[in-house]
């Protein structure tokens, strides 16, 4: 795997608890893989590094030599928790970095320019870079200020509704337009995210139609 030294870590955002799925989502099989080991292969080409959320660290056995670390908040606080985390580890782990980027682990088709097109929209140094396909934005796929942590760490302990749109929202932000990718059963959003057995199969269906645009 080609690490890149100029882009900024990536962190796999795997906290959840998977409740609709009803097993761990990062270890679900998708065209025989873990979920977890397909991300891992579309990231670690963009980023510097790549690491792991999760909190269930024992069922991560299959990513071998991949950094694992759990919430520093108690109480499944939510994808925002896995931010936080990953603005700490980046912080204690890579102090050159500036940003830290995440993209949830269920999220198998995630483009492999996510990374660079983040980047490149940065104008200024506290900015979040945020995805969007369609007209909708991605909170969890972006480029995270890791100056951020002190604050986005009050705004979990203190916010009711912790809606990861208005933390984004109530910063400067920039928002990056990701095309659908033209498949030959239709146009296939590239932030499709599997929640439930449902769209599991979903995705074994679409997968070799993917493989076969980026053969
Ligand atoms: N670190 C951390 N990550 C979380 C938490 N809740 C959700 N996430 C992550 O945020 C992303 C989007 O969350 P969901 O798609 O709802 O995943 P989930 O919460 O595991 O699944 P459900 O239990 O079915 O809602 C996934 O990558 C999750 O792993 C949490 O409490 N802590
Ligand atoms: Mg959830």
Partial sequence: MNASPDRPPAVILAGGRSSRMGSDKAAVLLGGRPLLSRIIDRLAPQAATVCVNSNIIARLDFAPGIAVFADTVAGHAGPMAGVLSAMRHA????????????????TPFVPRDLVERLQRALTEPAQIAVACSAGIMHPVFALWPISLA????????????????????????????????????????PFFNINTPADLETAERWLPLIEDMER
Avoid: N, Q, Y
């Fill in 91 to 106: 912080a204690a782990c890579f102090p050159a970095a500036s940003h830290v980027v995440t993209v949830p682990t269920d």
């Fill in 150 to 189: 002190d604050e986005l760490e009050h705004w979990l302990l203190t916010d009711e509704k912790r809606r990861v749109r208005s933390f984004i929202e109530s910063h400067r932000m920039a928002v990056v337009d990701f095309p659908l990718i033209d498949a030959a059963a239709g146009s296939i959003d």
